[in-house]
């Protein structure tokens, strides 16, 4: 990687002698969250135009990283001024929390490599997965005494079963594993496509873990607007009701189903598009 040729990308109105320094946080952000840029994808056309926006732009990760694209300006192709005005959201949004200066700190490139990872990644792996699994027994711990106040304030009219809250409680608990491990995933600066593997794995399983929580919910929901039916004399409620409930089970899967597909970079707004004509 060669920083200097990279800034060669920055748009002019950005130059200010720190394109090396920009070029080298937009390559840490596409490592760090697992975008590797496929040049057979890239278009061959030097006049490319955009379906969607008709205008000569190209973005590189439409699904996952819509801020970050080229645009092209007097026949040259650079990064695009909205990339450029977004770059330090873009990179505290990878690195939150204060990731970013851990970055700074550990080695990216060493001669010394072991399977194709440093020593210091070999480590950090099982240090990172170890404490996620600590997070979610404290998560476990912390959320008990958390969802049985809420059962008593907020929630006593939905009457939450001691099963119920058990399942709540170890899903609160997984999910804040889970973003553990998506926090600190990129400051491993692991190889690009180790860390796209890993980051859709997790991802995957985090849209797992809230389509089964939506269920949950619509299922106490459910059985709480059950009681209510019973009480009216109407028969159209007691139709309306399961029609009510597929209607959330499909607005939840279609929702983590379109999560997933951003993972993989399908442009879901062109689709739809598609469809809507």
């Known amino acids: 990687y060669d920083p200097e040729k990279s800034a060669l990308v920055i748009p002019p109105g950005y130059r200010d002698g720190t394109e090396g320094s920009k070029a080298i946080r937009l390559k840490r952000i596409m490592d760090g969250q697992g ?20 205008r000569a ?40 929390y204060g990731v970013d200066k ?30 996620a699994f600590i ?33 709540l409680v170890h899903l609160i608990g997984l999910l804040t594993a889970v973003r553990l491990v998506q926090i600190f995933i990129p400051a491993l600066q692991l190889p690009v496509r180790l860390a796209e593997f890993l980051i859709i794995i997790f991802h995957i399983f985090q849209a797992a873990i809230m389509i089964y929580a939506g269920f949950k919910l619509v299922a106490i929901i459910q059985r709480y607007l059950s009681k209510v039916v019973e009480s009216t004399e109407s028969k ?19 929702m983590g189903l379109v999560y997933i597909l ?16």
């Open 57 to 96: 732009v190209y973005k590189i990760f439409p699904g996952r990283m819509p801020n970050l694209y080229l645009e092209k300006i007097d026949d040259k192709w650079y990064y695009s001024a909205e990339t450029m005005e977004r770059l330090d959201e873009m990179y505290s949004s990878t690195f939150p």
């Open 262 to 277: 951003r993972l993989f970079n399908v442009n879901v707004a062109a689709i739809i598009a598609g469809l809507s004509l």
């Open 135 to 167: 997070i979610y027994w404290i998560a476990r711990w912390i959320g008990i005494p958390m969802v049985s106040l809420l059962r008593r304030l907020i929630l006593h009219k939905f009457k939450l079963t001691r099963d119920e809250i058990q399942k």
């Open 102 to 131: 851990l970055v700074d700190i550990l080695p990216a490139h060493e001669s010394q490599k072991y399977f194709g990872l440093n020593l210091w990644q070999w480590i950090g792996l099982p240090i990172l997965f170890v404490l």
């Open 236 to 254: 159209m409620d007691d139709q309306l009701l399961p029609i009510f409930t597929r209607t959330l089970k499909i607005i939840i899967v279609v």
């Open 35 to 54: 975008l590797y840029v496929s040049m057979g994808d890239v278009p061959a056309t030097a006049n490319y135009r955009d379906t969607i926006a008709h």
